[in-house]
């Protein structure tokens, strides 16, 4: 199921509900595909699922997934990239 499902624009101010997480559109700008048909990228607001904090992401007129978690949080569940085991010590 798509997160985000429109056929057309929907106006500024439509809230949506995505598992208990609610998105409220603030702006939508027009945006041209590689292939040069126009589309519409979607500008959404809402509430960091981790901490509560107002984040904004963006989206098509159909998505899958919207984003969750402000910009803090994003990588929280990405694992951490490993430092290099041959690091060479510093020497002052
Ligand atoms: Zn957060």
Redesign the pocket.
Known sequence: MNAVNFRITPKAGKTIKVEDQVYRLIGSAPYAKAEGELSVILTWESQ??????T?TTTSALITKYLTR??????K?GRPVTQKSKHRRPLHV
Do not use: L, Y
């Not at 960091?48 to 904090?53: D, I, L, Q, S, Y």
């Open positions: 960091c699922a981790e901490c509560g904090e984040f978690r402000c910009k803090k949080h994003r929280a």
